[in-house]
């Protein structure tokens, strides 16, 4: 650590920091880790009562699935790079193209194609050398659960809804939000007092509350809507979009709250000169605020796309099979009617679900911190 | 800014809040006042079901609601008062059991054994989630620049993972024969098991409320430590300031209005725990007041819900959310008045 | 080798295009179904999604939409799956229509026992009945010499007998999780001790002798099982039996095909059924007969509602009975019974014969408010009669918002 001379530590303090953050990093990896590992292996391993046949999978080896040691090596190899791509090369690119939200986007669909065209034409050559050179396999792994979970179970479907309903929710949040948030940060009214404050209070509201209420009115809302819209009056019951318009509530208590103190560390003078040179507000935050608030932004777009893709509760009571995300998806593998394979394909699916997760968090990492070090959150 | 303008500006965000937060709560409100009950009538009805190979053919009795003539049942709502929520508090028993010093009749009421719970885990996590993210973060700050990287990366997992699955992998690790459940039987030398009584289902509940939003706690109290001026750190230091006094006198204060929002943000969520209860499948032993919202909510299989009594304990909820809720609000608008 | 499974790949291939071909109609209607998710509604729907134009919604929470969904104008699907419990609300609410125009008119292949009749009408055409079962693991009884239990005594017999001799880690296995399954429970052994659980004039009626014995008789089973038996569900129990972890269980019908799946199971074949034990020597098996099976909505125009028929009809037919034999117990003529679903036709063919689920709203709110007051009992928080009381009182609050007592 390069602080000044004098906050430098001794040899004891050192190691006892370096303990505990061994130790929270086991506690905060271990249990993903596990399921991980429970995905690969055939439904005997996985729910197996000894730890050391759901790590080696000996049903799972003996029906000829397993990986030896140069595949571990290739694996390794494999990940790594996609570590680097992800954390290097592709804020990198994204820089160099100078458009933040699209760059973004873009950037990210073409790496996880890229990635995804590697695992199966690159990796999968690479991983049946060794049946091919007759090297015995060490440990038990198949992907067979995850093809049986997205290809015959169609979880890809889950997935595109999924996709819709996240980027609805991000996107419609920080519109919606940054407007609120800006006007919230220039005023100083008692009124604007007043709305955060009581944004503050619907936050605490429980879910169950809110989403059993709307149940009834969403199931009716073709025979209630009908005097408004006529004939074309949709039943929200099932809609995606009405999930979305959910969810984006739900949400915007702290979207505001997050946005309006990252706004207020942006001086007020910037937006008032351009006011003096004729702008109107709207021009103003067009072209004087918007080029710099991407950091609070993106950070707080983190928070929103979070709660749109883990979302469980709107989403199973609000939503039906042909238009559901993975995440209730995933819950209904589970339902009590559910057998050991039934299972497996969950904690396959669930393990999948978190991937794009770990993407997120692998590239935007930074823009987190700095972010929420640009005065995203104020207390 | 002018009043238009700024109207324009909040208009949609609180439109939104307006129709999806705030209506629904007015109804709820409303609810909680009134009881609506199906109009019934006793009938005699021969009801014939299937056996293996036979029918089974039986004469019951049955109450069955009257319909009207467009084939909707016929209700009747009736003003109620404070019925409803008499009818979960049970003021009379409580009483009784609170004058006798009669822990066990108190907890008997499943309101009262609800509430005993949820303050119990909001005030026990609070500061673990606090004392870890503050840890994680300081020792984060004190590492290597190079491992910062991975090590915020493998923190923010327990943050960022589905909370339906994140409570899975942890059950899974400790239910019957979960790895972690063995490891705990190796080392004590008996048979343990973590799902058969109250409280070890409920330190599991806390473990991984703590374990899922510490890192929240961390992330926001990192970048917090990123703005730390270090010449005051280095005064207190030519002061003569120990490292204790250092963290107690610079860190914290500076770290102090994070810290609240931290506290603030974690009361709300920790009040409102409801997916730990279904997740640990702890309903036998445990339950939460969303939990029991929830329980009055969900149609029983034969359809009835008992709309006015979840009312209630949701409103029962809020109020005991606000109460909590009151020092830091004031603290914010005492802070909002002195910045004008 | 490579040779045979092209070949056999070939009669895969012809087999599914002559089952997508089975329809034996074009449907043009679309139309949507709601029903729970286990493997049988998976093979009906499956049967019904080859008429073409539908889309089925499989979800174990049905119950807590499907009053709601049916009720709205247009009902938002066209067919319904429901058992003796679930049907109540959709028949109370007018929200299914009578269905004999229909079967007379397409039905010439139902048998009589699957028309459900309700005051004289023909309601839902059931496809399956479940009941509970007792299953054993065959080699541990036969090694012991013990003799398959016919009442619950003998079963906490055996079960010691099992104990004792340490061939497995739990003699029993048992669906006790808190709520639905905990209530169906106490439903089966109060049943088979007294038929009454609720008067006739809405009151309820189980604390009494009958009330106590049977949970003194599921305290006295639990000694035996898992300590963790209060979020112990069939998925879990069928688990433990798969894994060889236990050697008994009163399990639903439906779990039986598993036992026997080499894919997920230890103990393939060592596994049999018998009829589920009485309560008392003599009496009837203690539990009751379930059926599930399809209802039309009646918020629907005529025409939808043939297609729907017709539809559903080919979901439930000779031919998927055959291709899914193991899914269930079904009521559909083509069926030949498994070696694992023995032990349920025994049950449901015993004599005398264990009762039919009641299909009213009084034994809905029965069992929600054992579902939600028992657990106390066997955390030791309450003793049995306080239980009873406390599941008397929630029934008689559940019981005057429901308006079925003044």
Redesign the interface.
């Known amino acids: 650590m390069s602080g000044p001379k004098a906050l430098r530590q001794s040899f004891g303090l050192q190691l006892g920091s370096g303990l505990f953050l061994g130790l929270w990093c086991l506690i905060a990896a271990f249990p993903i880790v596990w399921i991980m590992v429970m995905s690969v292996k055939a439904p005997i391993d996985a729910f197996a009562t000894n730890p050391a046949d759901v790590l080696i999978g000996p049903a799972t080896l003996a029906a000829g699935k397993g990986l030896s040691l140069p595949d571990l090596l290739f694996i390794a190899v494999f990940l790594a790079l996609t570590v680097r791509g992800a954390t290097r090369l592709l804020p990198r690119m994204v820089a160099g193209l100078g458009r933040p939200l699209i760059g973004w986007v873009v950037g990210t669909a073409a790496f996880v194609l890229l990635w995804l065209a590697a695992a199966v034409w690159i990796m999968g050559p690479l991983l049946r050398i060794d049946t091919g050179l007759g090297i015995t396999p060490l440990i038990g792994f198949t992907t067979e659960h995850y093809r049986t979970v997205w290809v015959e179970r169609a979880f890809w479907e889950n997935f595109v809804n999924s996709v819709y309903v996240t980027l609805g929710v991000t996107v419609v949040s920080l519109t919606v939000g940054t407007f609120a948030g800006y006007a919230l940060s220039r005023a100083g009214s008692t009124l604007a007092f007043g709305i955060l404050i009581a944004a503050l209070v619907f936050r605490a509201l429980p879910h169950s509350v809110l989403v059993t209420g709307y149940l009834p009115f969403f199931i009716t809302s073709s025979e209630w809507l009908a005097p408004v819209l006529g004939d074309n009056a949709p039943t929200l019951y099932g809609q995606p979009l009405a999930v979305i318009a959910v969810l984006v509530a739900i949400n915007q208590p702290f979207t505001i709250w997050m946005l309006r103190s990252f706004f207020q560390s942006i001086p007020s003078e910037l937006d008032e000169a351009a006011r003096v040179d004729g702008c109107t507000h709207f021009q103003a935050f067009r072209w004087v605020i918007m080029p710099v608030m991407w950091p609070g932004v993106i950070t707080t777009g983190l928070f929103s796309f979070l709660l749109g893709y883990n979302d469980y509760l709107v989403t199973s009571l609000l939503l039906d099979a042909s238009n559901q995300t993975m995440v209730p998806a995933i819950a209904s593998f589970f339902n009590r009617e559910t057998t050991t394979t039934d299972q497996v394909l969950a904690v396959a699916a669930a393990v999948s679900i978190t991937a794009p997760l770990f993407l997120l968090v692998m590239v935007f990492q930074r823009q987190i911190v700095s972010g929420l070090t640009a005065g995203a959150v104020k207390g | 800014?002018k009043?238009r303008?700024?109207a324009a500006?909040?208009a949609?965000?609180?439109v939104?809040?307006l129709?999806?937060?705030?209506a629904?709560?007015l109804?709820?409100f409303g609810q909680s006042f009134y009881?609506t009950?199906?109009?019934?009538e006793q009938m005699t009805?021969?009801?014939?079901?299937?056996?293996?190979?036979?029918?089974?053919?039986?004469q019951?009795?049955?109450?069955?609601?009257k319909?009207d003539e467009a084939?909707?049942?016929v209700t009747q709502t009736q003003f109620v008062g404070f019925g409803s929520y008499r009818?979960i508090i049970e003021p009379a028993k409580a009483w009784a059991a609170i004058s006798t010093f009669d822990y066990?009749a108190l907890?008997?009421i499943d309101f009262w054994r609800a509430l005993r719970f949820t303050l119990m885990f909001t005030f026990v996590t609070l500061p673990l989630v606090l004392l870890?993210g503050l840890?994680?973060a300081?020792?984060?700050n004190?590492?290597?620049?190079t491992l910062r990287?991975p090590?915020?990366?493998?923190?923010?997992?327990?943050f960022?993972?589905?909370?339906?699955?994140?409570a899975?992998?942890?059950r899974?690790?400790f239910?019957?024969?979960g790895?972690l459940n063995?490891g705990l039987e190796w080392m004590l030398g008996h048979?343990v098991?973590?799902?058969?009584?109250?409280w070890t289902i409920e330190i599991l509940m806390m473990f991984y409320r703590v374990?899922h939003v510490a890192?929240f706690a961390f992330?926001?109290l990192?970048?917090?430590l990123?703005?730390l001026n270090?010449d005051a750190?280095?005064a207190a230091?030519?002061d003569g300031a120990s490292?204790w006094q250092r963290l107690r006198y610079v860190i914290v204060p500076h770290l102090?209005?994070?810290?609240?929002?931290v506290t603030?943000?974690h009361l709300?969520d920790a009040?409102?725990v409801?997916?730990e209860v279904v997740g640990f499948?702890a309903?036998?032993?445990v339950i939460s007041?969303?939990y029991l919202?929830?329980?009055f909510?969900?149609?029983?299989?034969?359809?009835?819900?008992?709309i006015?009594?979840?009312?209630a304990s949701?409103m029962l909820?809020?109020v005991g959310?606000?109460i909590l809720?009151i020092p830091l609000?004031r603290r914010?608008?005492a802070q909002?008045r002195g910045s004008? | 080798m490579y040779l045979r499974k092209l070949a056999l790949a070939g009669v895969f291939a012809l087999m599914g295009t002559t089952a997508m071909a089975a329809c034996a109609f074009e449907n043009t209607t679309p139309l949507k179904s709601l029903t729970a998710g286990f493997e049988a509604w998976k093979s009906a729907t499956g049967a019904m999604a080859e008429c073409g134009n539908f889309t089925a919604e499989l979800d174990q929470e049905f119950a807590t939409k499907q009053a709601a969904a049916f009720g709205a104008s247009p009902s938002l699907y066209h067919i319904g799956g429901v058992a003796n419990e679930t049907v109540v609300p959709l028949i109370n609410g007018g929200l299914i229509r009578p269905l004999d125009d229909l079967v007379a008119k397409y039905g010439a292949n139902l048998q009589p026992n699957q028309l459900i009749k309700v005051d004289g009408k023909i309601m839902a055409i059931a496809m399956m009945v479940n009941t509970q079962h007792l299953m054993y693991r065959e080699d541990i009884f036969t090694e012991l010499g013990l003799a398959v239990p016919t009442t619950y005594a003998e079963v906490l017999t055996a079960a010691e007998a099992i104990k004792a001799s340490g061939k497995v880690e739990y003699p029993l296995g048992g669906t006790f999780k808190a709520g639905w399954n905990l209530g169906e429970e106490f439903v089966n052994m109060y049943m088979g001790l007294n038929p009454v659980m609720v008067n006739a004039d809405g009151t309820p009626a189980i604390n009494n002798e009958a009330g106590i014995q049977t949970l003194e008789m599921l305290k006295a089973l639990t000694a035996y099982m898992h300590p963790e038996y209060l979020t112990s569900d069939s998925t879990f129990v069928q688990q433990q039996f798969q894994q060889g972890k236990i050697a008994m269980a009163n399990l639903w019908a439906s779990r039986g095909g598993a036992m026997d799946d080499p894919a997920e199971s230890q103990v393939v074949g060592k596994i049999n059924g018998a009829a589920a034990p009485a309560a008392v020597a003599g009496g009837a098996p203690a539990t009751t007969l379930w059926w599930d099976g399809i209802v039309i909505a009646a918020n629907i125009t005529d025409a939808e509602a043939e297609a729907a028929f017709q539809v559903a009809l080919e979901g439930i037919d000779t031919e998927m009975v055959t291709a899914h034999s193991d899914d269930a117990i079904w009521l559909i003529p083509g069926y030949t019974p498994g070696r694992l679903a023995g032990g349920a036709i025994a049950t449901a063919t015993a004599t005398p014969s264990a009762p039919s689920y009641p299909s009213t709203t009084t034994q809905g709110l029965m069992h929600g408010a054992l579902g939600n007051q028992l657990q106390a009992f066997f955390t030791g928080e309450k003793s049995a009669a306080d239980t009873l009381a406390a599941v008397e009182a929630d029934y008689t609050a559940a019981a005057k918002e429901a308006g079925v007592l003044k």
């Not at chain 2, 009950?37 to 019934?40: I, L, R, S």
């Not at chain 2, 019951?60 to 609601?65: D, G, R, V």
């Open positions: 800014m009043t303008t700024f500006f909040v949609p965000s609180l939104m809040m129709i999806f937060i705030a629904p709560l109804y709820v009881l009950t199906p109009v019934t009805v021969e009801t014939c079901t299937p056996g293996f190979l036979t029918q089974n053919c039986t019951e009795t049955k109450s069955l609601p319909l084939g909707r049942i009818a066990r907890m008997a870890v840890g994680v300081l020792a984060v004190n590492t290597a620049r990287g090590v915020i990366f493998v923190s923010l997992l327990p960022i993972i589905t909370p339906v699955i994140g899975l992998a942890i899974w690790l239910v019957s024969d790895l063995n048979p098991s973590m799902f058969s009584q109250g374990w890192p992330i926001i990192y970048a917090g990123q703005t270090h750190l280095e230091m030519i490292r102090m209005p994070l810290i609240i929002f603030l943000i709300m009040y409102r409801f997916d499948r309903e036998a032993h007041l969303q919202t929830y329980d909510l969900i149609p029983d299989s034969t359809g009835n819900r008992s006015s009594r979840a009312a949701s909820t809020m959310i606000l809720l609000l914010t608008w909002h004008r």
